[in-house]
């Protein structure tokens, strides 16, 4: 099995990875144009705004686009995931089989310990 | 301020070696400099402004000007990955236009091979990347990003794996001329369609190169590229239009299907007042066989989502096909030095201008080239940077 490497945890990040330690996946949602964006930021990526929030996300969404490196002692799927809120995610699909992924399959969130501790949003087959 | 025939490329040099356990970064760097002030008969004192990318060691141009005893009025180090060099090349007309320097050494090296450096391994810049913590433990690293952005293309265009080969059997089929390129075997379409997958659907062989190296470019303004013209009898080499272009993951919105090149290419290519069809030869940064797909396209070459068509059947093969791309064997065969490959699609650019090509790859009466950087990745945020250069 893949070792998980650590997220660099800092302070505008932290929240999203607490969240996930207790099975949550958060976004970041803006009050003024009232869209989500990822990865997080504390100013808003699409109007600069720094009236955004943390939001919980519903964790299901279906997969734009995949790709399994095969080139390694432990192959693993990197996957785009466009989510219910409209945003797309890097993320790894796991738990599931690996030569039937598609892009249009339904997935939902799975939360992975990394290596030091920290926890990440994973996704698997819904 | 247009910098439409405001410089010239004097002067390139591509450094012979692929693999240099026995050299440092600094000494590489060094040596393609002089190789570059050979080519254009200058000296070394007759540069005054130095541009370099990330791959300098040192802070900025700090070492290296130091290192090679470069007195310069001008520096940048703008870092974009591998499309550095065509930015370098723009900034240092822009200098030049601005009578800000008269002479410009652009320097590439790297040893990644002696490094044991592997597309299948991560890398991370600064421990500050905002980026990192979302993308280090999903193991993103350039084949898989690569090759997502690849398997979105195929989804909505139909391109397959088949019509990807063909960009490698193109560069292979140049390469086999080049006495220095790392692969100079030519491959079939099911040769790459053979060769182990690496992430898909990429196989090994839409893979480039990994290779010790480097190269570098001399640019100068009109008065001096004449005089030195009229010394070395040969074909002068003029900047028509330059462009870069960024494209990130947008807050989330992602779309793989396309590059930056959908505005570099037309800002280079108004600048320089010309067409896709009016270019003679283009060389694509080949990072992967996907790069060169996705960036013709974008570039205007085929119609958006016909770029597995265009590529097929040798249309890339100088001589046979009708875009003539990559005649040194690109990254995918030749060289892809310090894992940066937009330098090499300059120096190329040069050799056909001035004729300078090998006879068996040199497109005939070879006016108008195109050289195009791409760097970092297409499957998160990317630079790409356009050039058009004329033969004069």
Redesign the interface.
Known sequence: M?K???????A??KAF?DAATNGKLLLKFCNDCK?????P?AL???CFSDKTEWREGKGTGTV?????????PDP?C???V?LEEG??????LVDCDLEKVT?GMKVKAVFKP?EGGAV?P?FTAA | MTIKGKAYLVGAFEHPTRKAPDKSVAQLHAEVAKGALEDAGLAREDVDGYFCAGDAPGLGPMSMLDYMGLKVRYMESTETGGSSYQVHVSHAAQAIAQGRCNVALVTLAGRPRSEGHRG?A?RVWN???????????????T???Y???A??HM?EYGTTSEQLAWVKVAASMHAQHNPNAMLKEVVTVKDVLDS???????H?MDCCVVTDGGGAVIVARPEVAKSLGRNRRRPLVRLLGAAEAFKG??????N?TYTAAVVSGPRAFEEAGVKPPDIDVALIYDSFTITVLMILEDLGFCKKGEGGKFVSDGNLISGSGKLPFNTDGGGLCNNHPGNRGGMTKIIEAVRQLRGEAHPKVQVKDCKLALAQGSGGQLG?RHVQSTLILERE
Do not use: K
């Open positions: 893949r998980i490497p650590a997220p660099a945890v800092n505008e990040n990875f869209r989500s964006h990822h990865y930021r808003c990526p699409h734009y686009t995949w790709s399994v490196l095969r080139a390694v693993y990197i996957a785009y466009t945003v797309t995610i890097l993320t790894n892009i990394a990440v994973m | 299948t991560p421990p500050n990347m905002p980026d990192a913590p979302f993308e280090e433990p999903y193991g993103l690293v084949t898989n990003s090759a997502m952005a398997r979105r989804h182990p997958m690496i992430a898909d659907p990429l090994r993951q947008a807050g989330g919105d992602i793989l998160t």
